[in-house]
């Protein structure tokens, strides 16, 4: 299958600062990216969805303003956690789809980010 | 979406084919039947998707019961990295939305 690859993989950062993370479709234009979210033993919940060159559709609940999307060209997508704080504290996982709404989406390999 | 049933967890012995059962009994006509799975502190792995026939790729089938409203994953010869959390989701033309999925257990 594709490949998608984010990075890091792991970041652990203080209180107040933020993260940036990246996620590549490697081998494929990918016009959708997706953001999720899983805590501990939960299932991945969605964050937010990004089309290429247009702002970010955000999930309820979700602050736009503390997860910021960016989704500059067909191959990269980031997400940067504003004003981290221990809350914030998750594992964040993109997934990547090519045009055309029935294309399977490809995920990245996921970021453990803990808040200190 | 429709909404999918799954067993919480199931085990297998290696080398045994495991079979994972999903219900979707709202499935409607324009939804599709994906499955995933997510080994631990990984990204999910796209395994397979159907519509109505059943499907088979290098990594497993999918059997689909007639009226689409349950569908099983097999694994014909599980391994003990196969040991995850599988997923069944429908989908029509939206996101991919995450239930809490059978975690499977492969054991020697």
């Known amino acids: 299958g594709a490949v998608v690859s984010q990075h890091p993989s792991w970041v652990i950062c203080k209180s107040g600062t933020s993260v940036k993370i990246e996620c590549r479709s490697l081998?494929?234009?990918?016009?959708?990216m997706f953001w999720y979210r899983q805590f501990p033993k939960q299932s991945l919940m969605l964050m937010a969805t990004s089309n290429e060159g247009s702002k970010a559709t955000y999930e309820q609940g979700v602050e736009k303003d503390k997860f910021l999307i960016n989704h500059a060209s067909l191959t990269l997508s980031t997400l940067t956690v504003t004003s981290a704080h221990p809350e914030d504290s998750s594992f964040y996982i993109c997934?990547?789809?090519?045009?055309?709404?029935?294309?399977?989406?490809?995920f990245g390999q996921g970021t453990r980010l803990t808040v200190v | 979406d429709a909404k999918t049933t799954q067993p919480p967890s199931m085990d297998c012995a290696e080398g045994r084919a495991a079979n994972l059962p999903c219900n979707h009994s709202t499935i409607s006509g324009n939804e599709y039947v994906y499955w995933y799975r997510q080994i631990h502190s990984q990204g999910p792995q796209y395994i397979i998707h159907?519509?109505?026939n059943n499907e088979t790729n290098e990594m497993a089938s999918l059997i689909i019961t007639e009226d689409r409203k349950s569908s099983t994953l097999i694994l014909p010869h599980a391994t003990l990295r196969d040991t995850a959390v599988y997923y069944c989701i429908v989908r029509g033309y939206s996101t991919l939305t995450f239930g809490k999925g059978t975690m499977l257990l492969v054991s020697p």
């Open positions: 159907g519509l109505k």
């Open positions: 081998d494929f234009q990918a016009t959708t």
């Open positions: 997934s990547a789809r090519e045009q055309g709404a029935r294309a399977e989406a490809f």
